[in-house]
């Protein structure tokens, strides 16, 4: 098992910038790939970035690319989501994600609530 924690969503302003950070406990000596995902009001959840167990390789859904950026601290088990020149219309609850390769998203964290204001 493994319990993951998310922090540092906030009200920014659009243009602004917000980092979140995910920390992971229980298992975490296992090989996980880590991700985001965001839930807007009324919507489904959706992916928006996962990173490899050593970081590696990244994917971004298209949208975030070139102002997103995950990473990750295996030593602090944390990973890590900047995000810059946000938009209003990415106002949602962040969600970071835990999985095994070839698994299911199968460990979420409780969310973070990120409000960007126009």
């Known amino acids: 098992q493994v319990q993951l924690a998310e922090s540092g969503g906030g009200l920014v302003q659009a243009g602004g910038s917000l980092r979140l950070s995910c920390a992971a406990s229980?298992?975490?000596?296992?090989?996980?790939?880590m991700g985001w995902f965001r839930q807007a009001p009324g919507k489904e959840r959706v992916f928006v970035a996962s990173?490899?167990?050593?970081?590696?390789?990244?994917y971004y859904t298209d949208s975030v690319k070139g102002r997103f950026t995950i990473s990750r601290d295996n030593a602090k088990n944390t990973v890590y989501l900047q995000m810059n020149s946000l938009k209003p219309e990415e106002t949602a609850v962040y969600y970071c994600?835990?999985?095994?390769?070839?698994?299911?998203?199968?460990?979420w964290g409780q969310g973070t609530q990120v409000t960007v204001s126009s």
């Open positions: 994600a835990a999985k095994l390769s070839g698994y299911s998203w199968n460990y």
């Open positions: 229980g298992r975490t000596d296992s090989s996980y790939t």
């Open positions: 990173i490899s167990w050593n970081g590696g390789r990244t």
